[in-house]
Structures are given as structure tokens and as C-alpha cells.
């Protein structure tokens, strides 16, 4: 079994991507908008029962995936890579797989601003993505994450095995699956 875990800011490119690379693997996309829009039906994602509900189905989709004879599951995941809360969560995460014998895989996208605010405007982010359709909020919350975390990490930061970093800000998505 393979764990991807491909991360990096909003509207970088993680979902897309992570379609490409599903078509091309038998590995299965969760992307982590997933639960975060089945939630935000009853919860907002920021209040205590919208993280607790979003982090209890990505638990049990987790576990359960990682128990079975899947290929293997893609995650997407946005990492401020300054809170130690979120190196523990990938630690624990990547833990599910490891322990059931996956190998795990860390591929990191980056992309310029102005990139990643035309990204965040595309029919295929829109349509698989609910909340982001108000563009207005989702293009403000965007840059309000950008100032207030690290979403990126530093040239040698990440010191885990099958670690990749892409700049995607000039590829089409096929391209960067062909690379992962």
C-alpha cells in the first residue's frame, strides 16, 4: 500500500493534481475538502465541532483505507508548517499506514500568489469544492492563511524519505503527476 500525502497552500493545485495521479495510479484521491464540505452542512469548519467531525471521518477513512487491499490513498492536506499541532497531525497520520506496512510518500506543491488566486477561481476547484464558491470570502480567507501561517516549507525542512517539492506555478497538472 502507498500513502501520498501531497500538501501545500490554497488553491496551489493539491486536488487537481490529485485527480491526474489517480488517473494514472490505483490509488484513491481523498481530498480534504471531502469532509471539510460534508461538515460545513451543519458546522463551519473552524468551530470546535466542525474540526472535531472533520477529524473524526478523516480518522476512520484513514483507518479503514489503510486496513484494506486498496493500492493506496492520496491525502491533501494544507500544512502551516509553523505549528507544531500539524507536524504532529501528519505524524499521526502517516503512523496509520506506516503501521499497517504502506509506504509513505510527501510530495509539497508550490505556486506564486497570482497563480494560486486565478487556481482558486476554476470551474473544477468550484465544482468540487462548495464552500469555495464564494469567491470573495474563499479568495480573502486564501491570503488571510498566507499571512498568518507557513505553508511552504524551507529548503531542507523536511527530512522525510520520498520527499518531493514542485514548483507548479508553469505546469499543467498531468505534467506534475508525471513527475510524482
Not at 486496513?67 to 496509520?96: H, M, P, R
Not at 524551507?154 to 498531468?174: D, Q, S
Request: charged letters at 30%; one cysteine or more; glycine letters at 4%.
Amino acid at each position: 500500500m502507498k500513502f501520498v500525502l501531497l500538501f501545500g497552500p490554497q488553491a496551489v493545485g493539491k486536488m487537481t493534481v490529485g485527480h491526474e495521479l489517480e488517473k494514472m495510479t490505483d490509488l484513491k484521491l481523498f481530498h480534504n475538502h471531502m469532509t471539510i464540505d460534508l461538515v460545513s452542512n451543519f458546522f463551519d469548519y473552524g468551530t470546535k465541532e466542525g474540526n472535531r467531525l472533520v477529524n473524526l471521518f478523516r480518522q476512520e477513512i484513514f483507518e479503514e483505507v489503510s486496513k484494506s487491499d486498496l493500492d493506496g490513498l492520496i491525502f491533501t492536506y494544507v500544512w502551516a508548517l509553523d505549528l507544531q499541532s500539524d507536524w504532529d497531525y501528519v505524524e499521526k497520520v502517516c503512523n496509520i499506514f506506516k503501521s499497517r506496512g504502506a509506504t509513505t510518500y510527501f510530495v509539497e506543491l508550490e505556486a506564486e500568489l497570482d497563480e494560486r488566486l486565478i487556481r482558486n477561481k476554476t470551474p473544477h476547484r468550484l465544482a468540487h469544492k462548495p464552500t469555495k464558491r464564494n469567491i470573495d470570502w474563499s479568495e480573502k480567507n486564501l491570503l488571510k492563511t498566507m499571512e498568518k501561517y507557513r505553508l511552504n516549507s524551507f529548503e531542507g525542512e523536511i527530512k522525510k524519505e520520498n520527499y518531493l517539492k514542485i514548483n507548479n506555478t508553469n505546469m499543467e497538472a498531468e505534467e506534475v503527476a508525471e513527475l510524482i
